[in-house]
C-alpha cells in the first residue's frame, strides 16, 4: 500500500519498489495536480537511492516529492518539466 500526502497544491504518493534481487527498497514517487483546465497530470519519478525498509524508502519518496516540488533536485523540479520547450530541444 501506498503512502499519499497533499503538499502545496500537489498529490505526492510515495510508490517504493522492492528489489529482489538485493532485498532492499528504492525510492519513486508519483506527482500529481491539476491543470487549469481541470484535467490532471502525473509525473513518475525514481532516484538509485535504496533502504533496507519499505517503511524507510517510503518516508524517502515523500520527502524526495516535496523536495522535487520546491525545485530542489536538479533537473527534475515541476517548474523545469512545466515550461515551454522550443522547437530545437
Do not use: C
Request: charged share 25%.
Amino acid at each position: 500500500m501506498s503512502k499519499t500526502e497533499i503538499y502545496k497544491g500537489y498529490t505526492i504518493e510515495a510508490a517504493p519498489q522492492h528489489l529482489v534481487y538485493t532485498g532492499q527498497w528504492e525510492v519513486n514517487v508519483f506527482i500529481s495536480w491539476s491543470t487549469k483546465d481541470a484535467k490532471v497530470e502525473s509525473r513518475y519519478f525514481h532516484s538509485t537511492i535504496r533502504h533496507a525498509t519499505k517503511a524507510e524508502a517510503t518516508a524517502h519518496s515523500l520527502t524526495y516529492g516535496r523536495q522535487i516540488i520546491e525545485g530542489k533536485i536538479p533537473g527534475l523540479s515541476i517548474p523545469e518539466l512545466l515550461k515551454p520547450r522550443s522547437a530545437d530541444e
